[in-house]
């Protein structure tokens, strides 16, 4: 009943949350957008590290033995909800670099910046619940969800975004090179290599996230030129021309709204 100690194991944590992801899908269905598979492969990963970390703790009596119920265990549970929290953010950044193929370092920093709005939401949100249908039971839960389905479906978004930005980048970054302009990876070179001299330099990850995307498309003015300059070598041509190039690349890029 409410309030009282349970005794679930990992594998039973596990297979409700499946369980309610594969019910969650169902709607997509219905529509006829089915959504891949790494969304609740990313879920079932990020809830069973929650649970192999907690589950057998708080089932063998340890943490209550060793913490009590005070403020220690709330700072026990607060660090496993940050540890949680990482391992989610991890998983969400190799996601999207197998998806986009963008740079790893700027899609985890830009999941790390987005922990403790969302973050600090949904934990909040859920420990609301946890105390709501400790005194009111069950019949708390539809009433407490609807925040954080709402919370949900605007972080989807806010998701959705970030992804057409990436993608948007990476097409811009390829574009040179499918036309000839530039050698193949030269794009992501320098922009490996740009946020190497950012790290010296000191710059915050903001200021590095934007260094990033302007060294992956800083020659996609080059798709100006009637004839590529060989080796995408733009350096050999009059500092007017390069001007020129320049001036054209941020005007496209401009246009595409990319922050």
């Known amino acids: 009943s409410a309030g009282n100690a349970t005794t679930h194991g990992v594998l039973q944590t596990v297979a409700v949350v499946t369980a309610a992801g594969l019910a969650g899908i169902v709607p997509h269905l219905a529509r006829g957008r089915a959504p891949g598979p790494d969304h609740l492969a990313r879920r079932l990963l990020t809830v069973g590290f929650a649970a192999l970390c907690f589950q057998p703790l708080y089932n063998s009596g340890a943490v209550v033995r060793h913490l009590g119920e005070g403020p220690p265990y709330a700072l026990f549970l607060g660090l496993l909800l940050v540890l949680t929290a990482l391992c989610d953010a991890v998983l969400a950044a190799l996601l999207l670099r197998a ?44 009433v407490l969800a609807v925040p954080l389905l709402l ?41 490996a290599l740009s946020a190497a001299v950012g790290r010296e330099l000191g710059l915050s990850g903001a200021e590095l996230t934007v260094l990033e995307h302007a060294a992956l498309m800083h ?19 009059p500092a007017e021309e390069q001007r020129r190039i320049a001036l054209l690349g941020g005007e496209v890029v401009r246009r595409t709204g990319v922050p």
């Open 219 to 237: 020659d996609i003015g080059q798709l100006s030129l009637v004839d590529p300059v060989e080796g995408g070598a733009t350096a050999l041509l």
């Open 99 to 142: 998806r986009t193929g963008f740079p790893y370092g700027p899609l985890l920093r830009d999941e790390l910046r987005a922990l403790p709005g969302i973050g600090s939401a949904v934990c909040a949100t859920g420990a609301v619940m946890a105390l709501g249908v400790a005194a009111a039971g069950l019949w708390a839960l539809p």
């Open 151 to 191: 919370t949900h479906v605007s972080h989807r978004r806010y998701e959705a975004v970030r992804t057409v930005n990436r993608q948007t980048i990476a097409s811009l970054a390829r574009a040179t090179e499918v036309a000839g302009c530039t050698p193949p990876g030269h794009a992501h070179r320098v922009a």
